[in-house]
């Protein structure tokens, strides 16, 4: 458990409502005891190590009384009537998800956290599955965000870009949650699950996103101890069946950090010459890292071949999956579709996907 709340309101029916959505969907991250008078939301403040309070707005007067006994955060739940000025103000009539991401945040925003436990043996189910190219123009982005839909299909599925030349492949409603992500690295506090919890939102085609970097060069900040520490983070959250990272090109300063410690490295390739070339000395000086640090990462890569023209012609043998040149498609958005739907990826195995 991460987090112990208590919900102080005298609207009974929305705090069932609440806390049963919260044992549904976060019961492993938040526990939330809800009362109805001054005297027991003192007993439980009392009484537990409690690190967020919320308010109905109707019993506002009360928080004094209840912040001289802790020093939680302190949120009000309101209809619109509370004007926010001293407490944090949620709106009570946004969706509950909302409202338990508003939960999250508050409490990795505090001033000090706790020793939090993360991790579980679920997450030997997890994959961690990174896309890259040795060269650019190869459409990396495009079948990274297609394979994130296809798995979605069938597990749930988080997607993140890690490619600091290029905005959004398409539009996210996660905004730049990535920016969360980067100031939870920075701080070294035991947060990171947390603001992930709290940063991402899932995008209409069922894949969770927290969105990009509104300052894509924040990304160069990022060494070897952060990108660790990114990894462990996603680790803790094994809800997640399929994680896809988007690298973006391969000579990023911590693609080598991020191929060392993900499951498998899909690099895409196109048929154009001179890719394979690329590819070839590309590996090569993947196998030389390897030897350097005693791994054996090149096992993990396989090459995708995107943009193909000729069909199987154009495939080799070796090649782990291909998509069509695709000339028709109006958008971004309609070519990631269809390659999502096509059988780009029977060869590429998420948990479910193939």
Known sequence: MWIKAVFYTRDSEYADRLADYFDRYYSDKVAVDTCQTLERASTLLRDGNVEVLLLGDEVVEDAPVLKDISNCQIAVISDGSFDGISYTSLAKYQSLDNICREVLKMYSEAGSSKKLMFGSDDSKGQKIIAFTSAGGGCGASTVARAFARKCAIYDKTLYFELDPYQGPIIASNAGNGMDEIIFALQSRRNILPVRIMSAVREESDRVYSFGVASN?????????????????????????????????????????????????????????????????????????????????????????????????????????????????????????????NSDAFRYVRGNHAT
Not at 272 to 291: Q, T
Not at 305 to 333: C, K, L, T, Y
């Open 216 to 340: 894509p060069a924040d990304l160069f900040e990022l060494g070897k101890d952060e990108i660790k520490r990114l990894i462990e983070g996603i680790r803790a959250l094994p809800e997640y069946e399929n994680v896809i990272i988007d690298v973006g090109n391969a000579t990023v300063p911590y693609a080598d950090e991020i191929f060392e410690l993900v499951d498998r490295v899909i690099c895409v390739s196109d048929a154009a010459m001179g890719s394979d070339a690329k590819y070839a000395r590309f590996l090569s000086a993947m196998n030389s890292r390897s030897r350097h640090s005693g791994s054996d990462m090149v096992r993990k890569f396989f090459v995708f071949r995107n943009m193909v023209e000729h069909g199987m012609d154009d495939v080799a043998d070796s090649d782990i999956g291909w998509a069509p040149f695709i000339q028709s498609a109006q958008s971004s958005e309609e070519i990631i579709d269809r390659i999502a």
